[in-house]
């Protein structure tokens, strides 16, 4: 008789996703068996359960849910670093055909877990792999950001661009930050600079905050024609323009003109190629250490949701009724 666990499983796209009993995983070489404790939500997810996510090669039926926080059940041969009882949180599966932790049960790639701070809940470890990863690999990996460099965040009050405010505020630099009028407390809640985008054009803010020169990083999280204006926004032949949505066909030139450069940040790479995965258990100790110092906190929807309740987590984060991250508990 098979062992099984309670899963949440996506059968078909575009369909109610069930709450089944599915066989339970085993802790293979390399891999280490998590008890998933809770379960991070990202718009990631509905577009896939929407079938409207083909760079994430979900593989049918799937379990979805690629943030996760957990104890560890047991280790496979050759892991090292973790034993049982061990807290660890990543960003682990749901993508590529790699389990993803809407389940009670994950057998998880070591390289991609790390220690969960010690400092917070279950709840708000699960909240933060994706888009923690997200903006470091952004400011840190990629636009090596260090104290006295001026920052221009996009988003600044969504779920990367939260995140990326503060791990450039950790490294000491000058931080800006675009929302709307209603995002303004949250925004300077994180120590940036509030910028209206919707009042202020690019020319006008880069004018006013840099003296025309720019910003030495620009980090796009939306996308669009916002990438299009971060171009605009870049500093004069030291300028590095990043974006985790550069998706779209865009015109150089803006950038060209100003001598500036540009990076592209695919965060799931990892999970669907099978290389660098240790980047991102590397980035994960990063994280629990600001953590635990009191660097970064994650903004947390209040409403609790349960396994059996994944449906009503995502029409809450669909309806954009979501005021911050949203997290399935599993246990």
């Known amino acids: 008789m098979k062992e099984t666990m309670k899963a949440v499983v996506l059968k078909a796209f575009e369909a109610p996703m069930t709450l089944d009993e599915v066989e339970r995983p085993h802790a293979g070489p390399g891999q280490v068996l998590v008890r998933i404790m809770a379960s991070g939500v990202n718009p990631l997810d509905l ?3 929407a079938g409207k ?11 979805l849910g690629i943030d996760m926080a957990g104890v560890v059940e047991s280790v496979g041969e050759g892991v090292q670093g ?9 960003m682990t599966g749901g993508v590529g055909g790699v389990q993803g932790s809407l389940a009670e049960l994950a057998a998880v790639d070591a390289r991609l877990l790390a220690r969960k701070p010690a400092s917070i809940g279950m709840r708000e470890a699960a909240a933060l792999p994706l888009v923690f990863i997200t903006a ?5 990996d990629r636009a090596h950001v260090s104290a006295g460099r001026t920052v221009l965040v996009h988003g600044g009050a969504g779920g990367v661009g939260h995140i990326a405010v503060q791990i450039a505020r950790a490294a000491g630099a000058q931080v800006y930050a675009t929302g709307n009028v209603a995002q303004r407390a949250t925004i300077e809640g994180f120590g ?8 202020t054009s690019v020319e006008e803010y880069v004018q006013q905050y840099t003296d025309g020169e720019g910003f030495d990083i620009v980090y796009d999280t939306v996308g669009g024609a916002t990438l299009d ?8 032949y030291h300028g590095h323009v990043v974006s985790c949505l550069g998706w779209g066909t865009h015109a150089l030139a803006p950038l060209s003109f100003r001598a500036a450069t540009y990076s592209g940040v695919f965060t799931l790479l990892p999970l669907l190629s099978g290389k660098e995965r240790a980047n991102h258990g590397a980035i994960m ?27 009503q987590a995502h029409a809450a984060m669909q309806d954009g009724s979501a005021r911050g991250k949203i997290v399935v508990e599993v246990a």
């Not at 996510?53 to 379990?63: E, G, N, S």
């Not at 940036?192 to 009042?199: G, K, P, R, V």
């Not at 204006?229 to 004069?236: V, W, Y």
């Not at 635990?292 to 994650?298: A, C, M, S, Y």
């Open 47 to 49: 577009k896939i359960a």
């Open 53 to 63: 996510a083909d760079h994430a090669k979900a593989v049918l039926p799937a379990i």
């Open 82 to 90: 973790f034993a049982p009882g061990d807290e660890v949180w990543g």
């Open 136 to 140: 470091w690999e952004g400011l840190v």
């Open 192 to 199: 940036a600079t509030f910028i209206d985008y919707q009042s």
């Open 229 to 236: 204006a971060s171009f605009k926004a870049a500093r004069r």
């Open 285 to 311: 100790t990063e994280a629990a250490k600001l953590v635990d110092e009191g660097k970064i906190r994650v903004l947390l929807d209040e409403r609790r949701f349960a396994l059996d309740q994944v449906g």
